[in-house]
């Protein structure tokens, strides 16, 4: 039987619905969860289905103003479409042929590079050539002018970084092509002007910078393998932890490397207890071989794949070897904000199930 006052309850969300008005208690549960329900799924892009592909793309796609960069990025399957590895993170595979050159340009969004394979390549930060080989990080902050100049013949891949999920959230992109003249900043007679202006600074901190945010970014663009690695085993000797972390930071003020932006370098050689966090991570294999369990699901990986961590996932990183994975993660903003939580699970997760990477076409049909 239909009352009254459910008839009129009934006018009452029409009448608002037709006038943009949402009432809350029909919603409260979808907005106000229990804990963080990212949208953003665990998920893995294994290298050997992305190097043919970014080889193809090499052979078929130049790069010229206008599409700017040869970049494949981590589309994340619980994201709707949109292309990015996290809600909060943009992440990619970048690739050059042979002497190809990146138009210059600058934008809002802050990007680091972490360099998987291959010589040749340096990118140009406002004026800066920082020459990168694999394991380095590069920075290009915000606005900073940068361009990619491979002057070898061969081919280099990288994985790009970048804010700019958070950025647009908070409708602040801005683009800009370089004025030139040219398509590129002009070579400057010394490359790694940064590098020698830092070095022997304090570039590292044990586990995790937590400084409150810094409005400003590390001024060092290029951090070396050789010196990430050498922080990795000065823990390693020290402790019989199964992983080791460092993050990378800014040598004037010890923060994140970016306001937004952290950088970090694991050694894995055991199995780690799970630990949540809130903030959204995307987890690079630079060397050896090991899995991953997340919430429940294991991934296996090797060098140069590349994993989702997505926020409050629990997970729990294995090696038999001694694997060395980078983190690029949102932390300095959550933290910043005083939204960052972290818990570690007493016990091992049990695996329900093991993620299959999706193979590319050139796999399937060999
Ligand atoms: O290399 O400048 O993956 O502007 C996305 C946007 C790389 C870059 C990306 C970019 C770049
Ligand atoms: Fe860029």
Known sequence: MTTHVDTELQELYRDLDAVDLQP????????LTPTPRPRSVPWLWSAATMKPLARRAIRLVPVERGGERR?????????????YA??????AMQCLGGNETAPAHRHSPGAIRFV???EGVYTTVNGDACDMHP????LTPSMNWHDHVNSGDGEMFWFDGLDLPMVAALDSIFFEPYPGPGENQPEPAEHNASEQAY?????????????????THSKLMIYRWADTRAQLDRLAAASDEPLLSVEYADPETGASVMPT???SAQRI??????????GNAVHVVFSGHGSSVIEGQRFDWGPGDMFAVPSWAAAEHHSDESAEVFVLSDAPVLRALGLYREETLPAAQTVTSVFTPRSDRTEETQ
């Open 24 to 31: 809350l208690w029909t919603i409260t549960e979808q907005l």
């Open 71 to 83: 970049v494949l990025s981590l589309r994340n399957p619980g994201l709707g479409g949109l292309p």
């Open 86 to 91: 996290v809600g909060t993170l943009w992440g």
């Open 116 to 118: 998987l394979e291959g």
């Open 135 to 138: 394991g380095d990080l590069v």
């Open 199 to 215: 070095a022997g600074g304090t570039r590292y901190a044990d586990g995790a910078v937590t400084d409150a945010l810094s409005p």
């Open 261 to 263: 932006l952290a950088c």
């Open 269 to 278: 050689r055991g199995r780690s207890l799970p630990v949540r966090h809130t």
